[in-house]
């Protein structure tokens, strides 16, 4: 059941481009203003509540699913779940408007592209550089986050945890992003959080892109994200990422001297050269996943 909830929604985004006919959020964040408004509630009882609530909706109706109704119901709660709890708006698009951007040199077009899809706190809190090398670097730093958080998280906590598992996470990175736009003091503390909840999906992201990329260059910083879990999230994959692009290996082969197959980084075009496999990247995880997936259904 988890498998084939899985296909139909991977099949149902290819169809829509997202899951937006179900992602309204207006009842969350209305329950957060009033559950915000009780000044005699901690922080974290308030999240914990937001979150928990609906959550434990979803999990008394699985579990009377379970017990009482056809498995069919429990495919539809699957799917509904799912295709909630995906990221919202869209990715692939303003990756490609960005790539064109840089190749046409629009960078107020770029730093516009870069700043809307951001979600990473510092460099929210930083500005951005004339230059396009930081550009390009902030911008595989934010896609490579966004294109995991988006899915890649919300597959990782379904698969472990069922329906209610994705939408916790969908849940949190939802008040996570109205705390840092309306720059809540419990933005911080709710960073902290998000980055301990990432971590695992994180690491599986890493070894996925070390698997169909480049892994001798993963080693390093797959090794680095499995022993700190405290490492800001965007931070870990953009340095795996690259690991996964080649990045290290480029960087041996031009420290070594006289040698007639040396690479040569050009700046900004390999980093931008980085920036466009992101989809590519991406899309072979996506196909492991589902692979994995599918071995798993049939062994267990």
């Given at each position: 059941?988890?498998?084939?909830?899985?296909?139909?929604?991977?099949?149902?985004?290819?169809?829509?481009?997202?899951?937006?006919?179900?992602?309204?959020?207006?009842?969350?964040?209305?329950?957060?203003?009033?559950?915000?408004?009780k000044a005699n509630l901690p922080l974290p009882l308030k999240v914990f509540l937001a979150v928990a609530t609906p959550v434990v909706v979803v999990v008394l109706l699985v579990a009377w699913v379970h017990g009482e109704v056809a498995g069919l119901w429990l495919l539809l709660i699957n799917i509904a779940v799912l295709l909630y709890s995906l990221g919202r708006g869209k990715f692939s698009e303003p990756l490609q408007e960005y790539i064109a951007a840089a190749h046409s040199d629009q960078s107020v077009r770029a730093t516009h592209i870069v700043d809307e899809m951001n979600l990473d706190p510092?460099?929210?809190?930083?500005?951005?550089?004339?230059?396009?090398?930081?550009?390009?670097?902030?911008?595989?730093?934010?896609?490579?986050?966004?294109?995991?958080?988006?899915?890649?998280?919300?597959?990782?906590?379904?698969?472990?945890?069922?329906?209610?598992?994705?939408?916790?996470?969908?849940?949190?990175?939802?008040?996570?992003?109205?705390?840092?736009?309306?720059?809540?003091?419990?933005?911080?503390?709710?960073?902290?959080?998000?980055?301990?909840?990432?971590?695992?999906?994180?690491?599986?992201?890493?070894?996925?892109?070390?698997?169909?990329?480049?892994?001798?260059?993963?080693?390093?910083?797959?090794?680095?994200?499995?022993?700190?879990?405290?490492?800001?999230?965007?931070?870990?994959?953009?340095?795996?990422l690259r690991g996964a692009l080649g990045e290290d290996i480029a960087d041996d082969q031009k420290a070594a001297t006289n040698t007639a197959t040396q690479t040569v980084k050009i700046e900004p075009a390999y980093s931008l050269s980085l920036v466009e496999q992101?989809?590519?990247?991406?899309?072979?995880?996506?196909?492991?996943?589902?692979?994995?997936?599918?071995?798993?259904?049939?062994i267990f």
């Open positions: 059941m988890t498998f084939l909830s899985l296909v139909i929604v991977l099949l149902l985004v290819q169809w829509w481009g997202s899951g937006r006919p179900l992602q309204k959020d207006a009842w969350l964040l209305r329950f957060w203003l009033w559950l915000d408004s510092q460099l929210r809190s930083e500005m951005h550089e004339e230059d396009w090398l930081t550009l390009n670097h902030d911008a595989l730093r934010v896609f490579s986050y966004r294109g995991f958080e988006r899915m890649f998280a919300v597959l990782f906590w379904f698969l472990l945890l069922g329906a209610p598992g994705a939408l916790a996470y969908r849940l949190l990175i939802i008040l996570w992003s109205q705390m840092l736009e309306t720059n809540h003091k419990g933005a911080p503390l709710m960073t902290k959080v998000v980055t301990w909840i990432e971590w695992p999906a994180a690491c599986l992201m890493g070894l996925s892109w070390a698997l169909v990329g480049n892994f001798d260059a993963c080693v390093k910083p797959l090794r680095q994200g499995v022993t700190n879990a405290s490492e800001p999230t965007p931070v870990y994959l953009a340095r795996v992101i989809g590519g990247m991406f899309s072979r995880a996506l196909l492991l996943w589902v692979v994995l997936a599918a071995v798993a259904t049939l």
